[in-house]
């Protein structure tokens, strides 16, 4: 799975003119499924999303997780994340995830923050969407479930 997470003052979503999803401060979510991924990676990255701490403390460091600050996630799936523009100038997007793997770890996600207490909002699954939001900072973080076997560089390891 990847994930585009934005730090957002507020952030909205709407399908066909309905507003399907709508927070203030918290995270904006892009969500895309490639095939092969599995539940412990949908299940690592909702843990690390609840924990990620990107927002200031009282001394202007990022300490803080949406958790921690009270804040909200908006969730908007999004195959395009599984494009590959290696070869040629239109995107492949074969490696992003069918139904009904797709349906089922992106709804997997939006449920593994709700248990985690956090108030999520979505976008419609497979719809065309319009997105607004009001990035803050900005703060966007790239989010892989590939990277869980990759060894982390610098500092031991």
């Not at 952030?11 to 895309?32: H, N, P, Q, R, Y």
């Not at 969407?129 to 966007?140: D, L, S």
Request: overall charge negative; proline content about 3%; glycine content about 12%.
């Amino acid at each position: 799975m990847k994930l585009v997470i934005q730090r957002v003052l507020k952030a909205k979503v709407t399908s066909d003119g309905v507003v399907t999803g709508e927070i203030e401060k918290g995270l904006m979510v892009l969500c895309g499924v490639i095939e092969g991924d599995t539940a412990e990676d949908m299940q690592w990255l909702a843990d690390k999303t609840a924990k990620l701490r990107i927002f200031e403390d009282e001394d202007g460091k990022m300490n803080l997780s949406v958790q921690d600050i009270g804040g909200s996630v908006l969730v908007v799936s999004n195959f395009t994340l599984g494009g590959d523009c290696r070869k040629g100038n239109r995107p492949s997007f074969i490696r992003a995830a069918k139904e009904p793997l797709s349906v089922d770890l992106y709804e997997g996600y939006l449920n593994a923050l709700r248990e985690k207490g956090l108030p999520v909002e979505a976008g419609v699954f497979g719809a065309y969407m319009e997105i607004e939001m009001t990035a803050w900072g900005p703060v966007t973080i790239l989010m892989d479930s590939d990277d869980r076997a990759r060894p982390r560089h610098g500092n031991g390891g």
